[in-house]
């Protein structure tokens, strides 16, 4: 249900009253009864809601039901719209840790989830930058990358929730290779065969010739280097301030971004409203809206539930191209992949 004080529960509510939602997936929400019913009030939904504390929704679900689970009672002054707390933060913290464990005992296929509040969850004593690395724990200590995605436009991240000035010591021979496998690996999973990846430059006009960075030279050249040696097709480093266009325009399937700016402005540039943040290298399926808890809009009925509606088709999609024959590549060549969920 992600931050009870955000605007969660009413995207959640909006994106549960649409038949295209509904219609590929059973969805279970994870959450509080109070902050779901004020979420369809908000939205203006015709909804009810079924208790559903040991059960998975029905195969045939009954037509305008939330199911929910139970996993907090949080009382009205520790869900005020805009002011998050650290009994707010605690309740998100269950939330996440199981639906995780639904995911990974096979209870269900996977999990979207809506947007969380740092301060919220660290001030409940829940050391986390945010939902990535809490779930990379929660599965295993996995290495994950994260993925934006919308139609135009698909992204990952070398270095994720990093001041700027760590970023040229984060970015490693070792990190560029393994976000680079991990987002082929991804890809050619749930989405598409043989994915065409474009490796960023660091700095500006791929350094210059040294004059603005050796990192190209030095780190990413021979990162894309060697994952093409393991068959991998990729090309770079490319220049970010042109590589966007072509990206854009369906030339790659991904691009491999060195830190969080450099892939999100584009692309929410492109997907502010329906962009969806997949979490890769997770031993199970999790996609998620790709913005905040949105404070000066909760309550309003103002939020846009597009990204949630996105994130729940991606996630229906991906699970069932693990459980039937796998992604389909629709290209006449075999090379590339449609960016829709």
Not at 77 to 85: A, E, I, N, S
Not at 96 to 124: F, H, Q
């Amino acid at each position: 249900m992600g931050d009870p004080s955000g605007i969660g529960p009413e995207i959640i509510a909006a994106a549960l009253a649409d038949p295209a939602v509904t219609g590929i997936c059973r969805p279970l929400v994870l959450g509080d009864r109070v902050a779901i019913e004020r979420g369809i009030a908000v939205a203006g939904a015709q909804l009810s809601i079924v208790s559903a504390p040991d059960l998975v929704p029905p195969v045939d679900p009954a037509p305008g039901t939330i199911y929910l689970r139970e996993l907090s009672a949080l009382q009205p002054d520790q869900m005020l719209y805009g002011r998050p707390t650290p009994a707010g933060g605690d309740a998100c913290y269950r939330y996440i840790c199981t639906a995780a464990g639904l995911c990974m005992d096979g209870t269900v296929a996977a999990m979207a989830t809506a947007p969380i509040n740092k301060e919220s969850l660290n001030s409940a004593g829940h050391q986390f930058p945010g939902h990535t690395e809490l779930l990379a724990e929660l599965t295993g200590g996995h290495e994950v990358v994260m993925m934006l995605a919308g139609d135009r436009l698909r992204v990952t991240l070398v270095t994720i929730h990093e001041a700027l000035s760590r970023v040229p010591e984060l970015v490693t021979f070792d990190r560029v290779l393994s976000t680079i496998r991990i987002t082929h690996d991804s890809l050619s999973r749930w989405f598409c065969k043989t994915p065409r990846l474009a490796v960023l430059a660091l700095n500006p006009h791929c350094g210059e010739g040294g004059m603005f960075g050796d990192e190209e030279t030095r780190i990413i050249a021979p990162a894309v280097a060697a994952a093409r040696e393991e068959g991998i097709d990729a090309v770079g480093p490319l220049s970010a301030d042109t590589l966007f266009h072509f990206a854009a325009q369906g030339g790659y399937d991904a691009v491999v971004c060195m830190y969080h700016d450099q892939g999100l402005i584009p692309l929410k540039l492109l997907h502010f409203d329906d962009g969806v943040n997949v979490t890769l290298g997770l031993p199970i399926i999790r996609t998620s809206v790709d913005h905040g808890t949105a404070y000066d809009l909760a309550g309003t009925g103002k939020a846009s539930p597009a990204s949630m509606k996105a994130a729940l088709v991606m996630a229906a999609q991906m699970a069932q191209a693990v459980t039937h024959a796998g992604p389909q590549d629709p290209s006449p060549s075999g090379r590339g992949c449609p960016k829709g969920g």
